[in-house]
């Protein structure tokens, strides 16, 4: 039943989502830190979107092996009874 739903085409596009993501939210705060001239955060946000930003590329990269690994297993096995 997983099957008809969890492809490995449909977990690697979720897996470029959660990249694009990240890598968005990464994105924002460091342009937020290029705007105070790479000083002091003092908005306590900042940090918060880091650690989101990293934690999507992080479950992107998971999502992304894992589909394959999902792959290798929903191969069908040819019993060879010689």
């Known amino acids: 039943m997983l099957e008809r739903f969890a492809t ?36 306590s946000i900042i940090p918060r ?11 992107a990269v998971q999502t992304f092996f894992a589909a394959f690994l999902f792959g290798i297993l929903t191969i069908p096995v040819k019993n060879s009874k010689e």
Do not use: P
Request: charged share 10%.
């Open 49 to 59: 979107i880091v650690v989101a930003g990293m934690t999507f590329v992080a479950l």
């Open 8 to 43: 490995t085409e449909r977990l690697i596009w979720l897996s470029v989502l959660f990249l694009l993501i990240g890598v968005g939210l990464f994105g924002y705060a460091v342009g937020f830190w290029a705007d105070v001239g790479f000083g002091a955060i003092r908005n």
